[in-house]
T-cell receptor
Framework: GAGVSQSPSNKVTEKGKDVELRCDPI?????LYWYRQSLGQGLEFLIY????????KSGLPSDRFSAERTGGSVSTLTIQRTQQEDSAVYLC???????????????FGDGTRLSIL | GDSVTQMEGPVTLSEEAFLTINCTYT??????LFWYVQYPGEGLQLLLK?????DKGSNKGFEATYRKETTSFHLEKGSVQVSDSAVYFC?????????FGQGTELSVKP
């Protein structure tokens, strides 16, 4: 499809397990972002990849969270030793970067709803 | 740090009523400003944007003007429809990432 694709759409797992969430950005978009949407915290930035630059990890809430982007395209967000407070919808977005360096509007996927039992 | 504040919801209006959702921001420099909308059961969609002071973004009858002097980006629509029922998020872009307000739920009754 033409949009940002995320998988799985839903994930239920037990506390303490590791989970991996996948994001396929729009083809040609060099910038990729992860956000988290939860009832108590609203929409929070997690991490941002832009081309070959070092990612901006300033929003990751703990060292249990990590993300990588392989080949400048697909990204995986990994949460180790999940806790109940990790329950949220994890959103991925991608965008073009204009020639003046300013990022174009972000296009969001439908998200992965993560539930920790 | 940078932040966005929106009026609290839920906002309930009758069809054809005038809508205003207030949004103010705190930021260093001159960020781009956005309104995103999340319809029930759907993902976040860009509604409109403005990249510099006095710019007016518009789409689907919605408008918002970038006001540097009042650090505001209020969303307006002259006549809402039931199909506009959704959650609306104001956001600013700084260093690439988006910083969102807490969202305002709008419910339009026929």
């Amino acid at each position: 499809g033409a949009g940002v694709s995320q998988s799985p759409s839903n994930k239920v797992t037990e506390k303490g397990k590791d989970v991996e969430l996948r994001c396929d950005p729009i083809s040609g978009h060099t910038a990729l972002y992860w956000y988290r949407q939860s009832l108590g915290q609203g929409l929070e930035f997690l991490i941002y990849f832009q081309g070959n630059s070092a990612p901006d990890k300033s929003g990751l809430p703990s060292d249990r969270f990590s993300a990588e982007r392989t080949g400048g395209s697909v990204s995986t967000l990994t949460i180790q030793r999940t806790q109940q407070e990790d329950s949220a919808v994890y959103l991925c977005a991608s965008s073009l970067v204009a020639s003046d360096g300013y990022n174009q509007p972000q296009h969001f996927g439908d998200g992965t709803r993560l539930s920790i039992l | 740090g940078d932040s966005v504040t929106q009026m609290e919801g839920p906002v309930t209006l009758s069809e054809e009523a005038f809508l205003t959702i207030n949004c103010t921001y705190t930021a260093t420099g001159y960020p781009s400003l956005f309104w995103y909308v999340q319809y029930p059961g759907e993902g976040l969609q860009l509604l409109l944007k403005a990249t510099k002071a006095d710019d007016k973004g518009s789409n689907k009858g919605f408008e918002a003007t970038y006001r540097k002097e009042t650090t505001s980006f209020h969303l307006e629509k002259g006549s809402v429809q039931v199909s506009d029922s959704a959650v609306y998020f104001c956001a600013l872009s700084q260093g690439g990432k988006l910083i969102f307000g807490q969202g305002t739920e709008l419910s339009v009754k026929p």
